[in-house]
Every structure is written in C-alpha cells, then in structure tokens.
C-alpha cells in the first residue's frame, strides 16, 4: 500500500517519457495535417477528428502490445513501467475524436447530439449498415472508465482482482474500436489498403498474445512435470543466480518465485501484490525483491514490502536434498517470515 | 534496504536515490544489483536507454506513415466551397414549396434556383413563411446570408438576423420542363453537406449528419457519380411534389439507392417526384 497517494506518480524518468510522448504525438499530428494539404480538402474539423481517432488507435496498438512483448523480452520494461500515461493519453485522444464527431456529425440539429447518436442508422438492414457510432461510444465508455482508475487509489480500494478484471475490458474495447472502424471508415474507403492495415493490426495484437499465452503455457507444463511426492522440485541450486529468481507454477493462478539472496533461498509468491507482475522475473535490488513491472518491493525472507509500506505476499517453505531445491505447495500467511534456505556442501539443508 | 531508503510516497514510486543525477543517470548512480535491471524510480540502464529510444523512433515513423497514408489515399471529396466569410444578398422570386428557394435572373437572362436553409441543420420553412403567399402571388424578395456552392450550384445559407426583406428584382416566369419517368442509382445525402459545408458530405460517416439535416429540414438530393467521376444532384421530393418524411428516407441515406420517379427541370434544378425507393440492380 501506498503511504500516500499523488494524482500523478512523476518521477525523472515520467516526466522524460512524457515529454517524449508529447513530441511523437505533435510530430504525427504535424504530419498528418501537412499531408492532408498535399490531399483533397477534408473540413478542418473532420481532419482533426480523423487526425485523433486514428492516432487513438495506433496508441491503443502499441498499449495493448506492450505486455506481450514484454513476456519475450525485458527490454520492454521501460515501456510497461509507463504504460498507464500511455493509457490515458489514448483515452484523451480517442475523447478527443469522439467530441467533434459528436459536435460535427450529430450537433446543430433538431435532435440532442446523445440521442442522435444512439439512435444512429436506425433503422437499418444487414451487417453493412450496422451503426458504426453508437459501436465507437461503446468503446469510449470503457475506455474512460479504465483511465479514469488508472490510479493505485482505484487499484486498491477496487482490489487488484477486481481492477484487474475490469482493466482486460481493454481487450473488449479493441474489438468494438476494430468494428467501428470497419463499419465506418473503412466502409467509404476507396483504397482497400486500409482494410489491409487494419486487419494486419488487428492480427498484430491477436498474435502477439496468443504467442505469448503459447509461451507461458509451454513454461507451465514443463514446471508442472518437475512436481513429486507433495514438494515440488525447483530445479538445481547452480541454476539460480545471485539476486535471482527461478519461478514454479504450482496450479493455474498460483506461481513461486525463488530467489537467490547473500548465499540463502527464499520462496514467496510469484504475484505481485500491486497488478500481478511476474516478481520471478525481478531481481535483488538494495536488498529487495523488486518488481520489474513497477519497482514494487518485497523482503525475500518475509514477503513484506520494507517499512513504511504494508503490502504482504504469501512465502513458501524450501529444503534443499543434496543439489535440488524443493518447494512446499502450501503458501503460508501474507507476510510470515521464513528462514532463508542455505545450500551445504554435500548434503540436506 | 528499508533504513537506507531515500524519500518514497509509494512502494514503487519513490524518487530518484538520494545523490543520484537527474534522469538519465551516471552507472555510479545504481543501487547494488539494479545497473543491468530496468526500475523505473531508479537511473534507467544504458541498454534500455538505447532500446527505448531506438523503438520510439520506430514507432514515431510508423505512426508518421500511418498520417501520411491515410491522407494520400483518401476519396475525392469535391469542389464545393462554404463562404463564411463574406455575407451576401441575393434577391429574386421566393419560393417556398417544396423547400424554400431563391429564383435568381442570371446575366444572360436565364434564372437559377438558390435554395434557401439555415445555420445548423435547419431549413428555412419557418423562415419564409411570413413572406410567401398562400393565394400563389410571385413575390420578390432580397435574402442575406453565406454562399455554398458546387459544381455551379448554389444555396444560400441566411444571416441569423432577420435576413429576408420584401422587394427586388422578380425574374422572369418560366415552366418546368418535363423529362417523364426516370430510374437513376447515387446515393441520398442532405443537399447543404454535400454542396460544400462538409468535405466530405457523404458517405456512411456522414450518415447520421445527413440524417439530422434532412430531419431539420435540408432538402434532400439523389447525386450520381459518373465514370469519369463527375457528378449529377436532383432534388427528391414526394410523389405529390411535397418533401419526402425523414421516416422514409432514412433507411436510404448514405447507402447505394435506385429512386424511381417524375423528373422535371426547373430553372435548372433538377427534382424527382419519388414514387419508388429500392436496392440498386
């Protein structure tokens, strides 16, 4: 738990990302407004609008990659850590299609702009003419919801599982903005390139994470089939560095990671308690656990984040037989301190 | 570890360590165990600088290519012009029915048909009433507003204050000319958008504005594209000659559209007396 919380976390490394955010979206919208002069003339108004929808989607695209990638390689980790400012600010870019859209599109007539909206395209016939913009709303509304407790104080008063659950709305969200494109623009399209690029991004995000699940899959299975006799077998203590850890599935929601520290080994839980992120693939930093999505930290010997900070993790029992390292399957109480496990030449622990 | 942590609001967004330089950092500033491991409170390590800097111009030049293509290739969107910036007066016969118009004498002394609409999505019925009469006297009037023109075509979108005054020149009467029964395949779209107040003003994005306006009152057109790309608009109308309901165009804007129907010519305007509206063949 946070000792406080900030409306936003800054920190140098932030405000550097930020700042480069800001840069690479002036420099596409510079570029999209100086091909439109080299183009037919497009109001300024639907310009900007499409200027905003489509950079909300190429955001939306590389939000939704970066977790997946992230499980081929750390190299990610800069992008995941600042994932969330990448989060809102295709929230306020999409908001930022959708009002003049509204304003636009269904604005300055005899109808409320809300109720022209819904009631878009009514009544119509066949998948052609479905209402591609009350799709778009759809999409928004989860959008906004997801950025509006894009925050620890929701994370925590919402609980990690239930924040957790309502943020994969996200994957519910690419659908609807796939299908709104595909029943809007791409449908007054005249060069069928853009439905080529549409699907291939569309592909990009279903392969990406399909690949990934397959890779994680395949690392379950191969931990699962090291288990015997109640303990389940770690691996060898030469495979585990100072500093780092070796993680264990032991069921479907439940992963040990086991860490090497100042010559001993310790087990907690491989979930961190902040959003999930996989603490095997952390290291030992200033003596901590520490998340590599985040930076969360932990005690190995404890599973208690250092004081002033509360957040507790279940730890697991180890015992070292000759070489191997065995882990117990029963999780003790968040926070239970438990000895280090050392290895000793030539025999038990 | 925790007696030496430097100042922290949050487990995982503390501040830099203290002493360490801004962002990005020197490799004396890594605590033990972080120089090759991405925190990101802490001085980020130089193979992820590189990565990260490297992939976001990747990904600033997709995105730039992305603008630039979604430009390069998009449809035509037509000659129209809105002229918001010089207010004009044209005088002429007023004409209310179907849709409220302007009949203009040209130079060469034919006459042209002005529709006459509101600012926003509203017609101007409510506008010339007061000054149409219901015993059929040709009456003349001047009419203030903006011009919207395409292809030749013009309409007059009013000033908000009291742009109609009685008086001007009256053109002379012609008759309309009759082309008989006709079945024509373009698309229905709200006659102000698609003569240039919205580029574009048609297609299935522009549905629901086309809609509203023909719910406001716009007229609504039938346009046709030719091969060459060029295109034809007439008016479309009530089998009776009186504007078609919203409630039996809708299912018809901004999609293909065969209309069938009596076609006259007035003053070069061309109008479609509606008698069937169906998929095209």
């Known amino acids: ?349 | 570890m925790s007696g030496e942590r430097p100042p922290q609001e949050s487990n995982g967004a503390r501040d830099f360590p203290a002493g360490a330089s801004d962002f990005p950092a020197g490799a004396s500033d890594f605590p033990a165990g972080a120089s090759d491991f991405y925190v990101g409170y802490l001085p980020t390590p130089a193979h992820d600088r590189r990565f990260t800097r490297i992939l976001g111009v990747a990904v600033a030049l997709a995105a730039v290519a992305i603008a630039v293509l979604c430009n390069a290739f998009a449809r035509p969107t037509g000659s129209g012009v809105w002229d918001t910036g010089s207010e004009v007066t044209l005088e002429g016969e007023l004409v209310a029915k179907p849709f409220p118009m302007l009949r203009v004498a040209r130079g060469d002394g034919t006459v042209e048909r002005v529709l006459l609409v509101e600012m926003g999505k509203h017609g101007a019925d409510a506008r010339v009433a007061p000054f149409a009469r219901a015993d059929g006297t040709r009456v003349a009037v001047q009419a203030r507003g903006y011009l919207i023109a395409r292809d030749g075509q013009r309409m007059l979108e009013l000033s908000e204050d009291a742009p109609i005054a009685a008086g001007g020149v009256m053109p002379p009467a012609t008759l309309p000319e009759r082309i008989g029964t006709v079945e024509l395949e373009g698309e229905i779209v709200d006659s102000k958008c698609w003569l240039g107040v919205m580029k574009p003003g048609d297609g299935k994005a522009h549905r629901d504005c086309a809609t509203l306006c023909i719910r406001g009152g716009i007229p609504p057109s039938i346009v046709c594209r030719a091969p060459d790309r060029s295109t034809r608009r007439a008016l479309v109308v009530g089998q009776d000659g009186a504007p078609l309901s919203v409630e039996v165009l809708a299912p018809w804007i901004a999609r293909p559209v065969r209309v069938r129907g009596q076609a006259d010519v007035v003053d070069g305007l061309a109008v479609i007396r509606v008698t069937a509206l169906g998929e095209p063949e």
């Open chain 1, 1 to 349: 738990m946070s000792v406080s919380y900030r409306a936003v976390q800054w920190n140098p490394a932030k405000k550097a990302y930020d700042r480069r955010l800001v840069v690479g979206i002036a420099v596409y919208l510079v570029a999209f407004l100086v091909a439109a002069q080299a183009a037919f003339e497009v109001s300024p108004l639907i310009l900007a609008m499409r200027a905003f929808g489509v950079g909300a989607a190429v955001l939306l695209v590389l939000v939704l990659s970066i977790g997946p990638l992230a499980r081929f390689t750390p190299r990610m980790a800069p992008l995941l850590y600042n994932r969330r400012h990448l989060g809102v600010t295709m929230f306020l870019m999409a908001l930022a299609h959708a009002l003049l859209a509204t304003v636009w599109y269904h604005g300055f007539g005899v109808l409320d702009p809300l109720t022209s909206i819904l009631s878009s395209g009514v009544p119509f016939e066949g998948a052609v003419q479905l209402p591609f913009q009350p799709i778009g709303l759809a999409a928004l509304a989860i959008l906004f919801a997801m950025a509006a407790t894009s925050h620890d104080f929701w994370l925590r008063n919402l609980s990690p599982r239930v924040w957790k659950a309502m943020h994969l709305c996200v994957y519910l969200a690419f659908a609807l903005v796939v299908a709104h494109v595909a029943f809007g623009a791409l449908q007054d399209a005249v060069w069928p390139g853009y439905a080529v690029i549409t699907a291939i991004a569309a592909a990009w995000v279903v392969g990406i994470h399909l690949a990934a699940g397959v890779k994680e899959l395949r690392a379950d299975r191969r931990a699962r089939a090291l288990a015997a006799d109640g303990w389940v077998r770690v691996g060898e203590v030469g495979e585990i560095d100072e500093g780092r850890a070796k993680a264990v599935k032991l069921g479907p929601a439940r992963t040990v990671a086991v860490f090497r520290h100042a010559g001993g080994f310790s087990a907690i839980s491989g979930v961190c308690a902040h959003q999930g992120g996989p603490l095997a693939e952390g290291r030992i930093v200033d003596g901590c656990v520490t998340c590599p999505w985040h930076g969360y930290q932990y005690l190995a010997e404890s599973g208690q984040s250092p004081p002033p900070f509360t957040e507790r993790i279940p730890t697991y029992e180890l015992r070292i037989e000759g070489r191997t390292i065995f882990v117990s399957p029963r999780p003790n109480a968040p926070g239970t301190p438990v000895p280090p496990c050392v290895a000793r030449e030539g025999g038990a622990a």
